[in-house]
């Protein structure tokens, strides 16, 4: 199996429709877990894991607020 493309956070950014800045809170709070980081520091993101993962927090958000 090809290993996935793997996308920077201002990529990540620009596919999901939201700033750079979303993306770095998102990492913070734990929402999105990035595929890797590089030597030199800078997160990798798989495009289909990260829809998963946000659609998973917005699931367990809409549940927890009934």
Known sequence: MPRPKLLTSSQLADELGVSRRSVARYVQ????VPELFTPGGQARFDLEDSKE????????MRGSGS
């Open 53 to 60: 993962q946000l659609r998973e927090h917005t699931r367990k």
């Open 29 to 32: 709070a734990g929402i999105l």
